[in-house]
């Protein structure tokens, strides 16, 4: 017979084995859950989508060179050079700005470097010369309205459609395969950002009704986690001016009831249509006054 004694060991020896087990298991899905910083996926012939962290932007490869856009910082940068030389050993011939502002567009050093052109909306060039930033290249190329990028096979058609974020926001389109690159103004699925920092709403909305009218079918958004696709279908663009439709008519509503209150009205404006969009409950108190701030002084 086996004594209690052994089988007690054993069963510590067992237990001590399911316990190494669960846990290596545990940190085994972890690891395979946590998505990745970096991410590139190809969308189209020649155009890849690049993704770090929550920053998303394009770059167009041609048997001439690539077009990149948005650097975002410096060390995005150096990975967006990386994953542009796993796809082609081709010179990087243009950087392309969405906007001003610096979350975006630092980093261009390692372009510039290698012999690239910086382009952007006049507007970026007279912000950059008011505000500079030391990690910002200044634009080589700069335009008014439109503006239309050839290299090779690939067009990339740049435009501008008035303050709405920033002071110089474009859109970037791609008329062959009928894809548009919009940054900030455009975030599938999620709320308006926080308290809508250097947002004007009214103007905002006038211009997703205006990149309405374009011809493309397939959106690729500056932002979005890593579990957003990498493109989205052109109804995103409706879907975001009308939550801003909506959120400004619901702040209205009280408002000329007579609730003047930011807090209060942080308070019990809802919007139950977008409840399952990200950052509904965080962000959308913020968005609403926001929209206080824009009936309260007009801007």
């Not at 060991?9 to 946590?34: E, H, P, R, W």
């Not at 940068?77 to 906007?99: C, F, G, N």
């Not at 009218?213 to 696709?229: E, R």
């Amino acid at each position: 017979m086996i004594s209690s004694r052994i089988l007690q060991n054993l069963f510590v020896i067992l237990m001590v084995g399911s316990l190494f087990l669960l846990s290596y298991s545990a940190q085994a899905d972890t690891a395979k859950a946590k998505p990745k910083l970096v991410e590139t996926t190809k969308v189209a012939e020649g155009v890849y989508v690049f993704r770090w962290w929550v920053y998303r932007n394009l770059f167009v490869v041609t048997d001439e060179g690539v077009i990149a856009t948005d650097p975002i910082n410096p060390k995005a940068a150096k990975m967006l050079m990386q994953e542009i030389r796993k796809v082609t050993d081709k010179p990087i011939k243009y950087v392309v700005y969405s906007h001003q502002h610096w979350d975006h567009i630092s980093g261009g050093k390692i372009f510039k470097d290698a012999g690239a052109q910086f382009v952007s909306h006049e507007g970026c060039k007279k912000h950059f010369k008011r505000r500079p930033s030391p990690a910002v290249v200044l634009p080589d190329i700069t335009f008014s309205d439109k503006h239309t990028l050839t290299l090779g096979e690939k067009t990339l058609e740049l435009e501008y459609f008035g303050k709405n974020h920033g002071d110089c926001l474009i859109t970037m389109r791609l008329p062959e395969e009928k894809m548009i690159f919009i940054v900030d103004i455009v975030t599938p699925k999620r709320v308006a950002f926080r308290n809508m920092p250097d947002f004007l709403p009214d103007e905002w909305i006038r211009s997703l009704y205006d990149i309405e009218k374009l011809d493309f079918d397939t959106v690729i958004s500056g932002h979005g986690p890593a579990s957003m696709p990498a493109t989205s279908p052109r109804v995103v663009v409706q879907e975001q001016r009308e939550y801003l439709e909506d959120l400004i008519a619901a702040v209205k509503v009280e408002w000329d009831k007579g609730i003047h209150s930011p807090d209060k009205l942080r308070k019990i404006i809802k919007l139950p249509k977008y409840k399952e969009w990200r950052s509904y409950d965080a962000w959308l108190p913020m968005n609403v006054e926001r929209i206080w701030a824009y009936l309260h002084m007009g801007t």
